[in-house]
Structure formats: C-alpha cells, structure tokens
C-alpha cells in the first residue's frame, strides 16, 4: 500500500478539522482542544485553522479570540441544498399532478 500524499493528508486533515469543530459554534474550542483532538502540534492545527479561515469555513470567536468556530457559510450550504431539494419536490409534484389527471 502506498503512503498518503501530503496534499492529501493535509485534506484530510482539513475535512477531520470541520468535524472538530461542529457543536462548538457558539463558545468555539482553543487551539490545544484543537490540536489534541487532531493528534497534531499546535503549530500545525494553527495552520490548519487559518487556511479554513482563509476559505471563510472557521473564525475566531469575537471576544474569545483564543477559541475558534466555523462560520455559517456551512450552514448556509446546508441551506441552499435543503431548498433545492424543496424546488425539485415542487416540480415532481407538479409533473406527479398533470400527468395522473383524469381525461374529462
């Protein structure tokens, strides 16, 4: 078996990163609740942490600015997806309806 790439590992570790912190939106989680969590050092968690932030996915907290959360730009894509599905649930069922009319 081949060994992970380092862009690769560094994705991971992104993706391992936004799962940290969901549930801490609020009070958010410091730098060493962080890393620990990642099993990396903190310099690199920083890293981590800012290229998110770069991307507009985490933030400091505002006034706890030792802790750090994820923005709501997630929760906005959740949002956009759940009213696509509403709009293509609207056009099947308006599809549903005119195609199981009764002829008159």
């Given at each position: 078996m081949s060994e992970t790439s380092k862009p690769a590992q560094s994705v991971r570790r992104a993706f391992r990163l936004v799962w940290v912190l969901q549930g801490?939106?609020?009070?958010?989680?410091?730098?060493?609740?962080?890393?620990?969590?990642?099993?990396?050092?903190?310099p690199m968690a920083l890293r981590d942490l800012q290229v998110l932030a770069e991307e507009g996915l985490a933030e400091r907290v505002p006034g706890r600015e030792?802790?750090?959360?994820l923005t709501p730009k997630l929760v906005q894509l959740a949002c956009a997806h759940q009213e696509e599905m509403r709009r293509l649930k609207a056009a099947v069922d308006e599809f549903t309806q005119r195609y199981t009319r009764q002829p008159r």
């Open positions: 801490h939106s609020f009070e958010g989680l410091r730098l060493k609740q962080v890393a620990d969590a990642l099993q990396v050092s903190s030792d802790c750090w959360r």
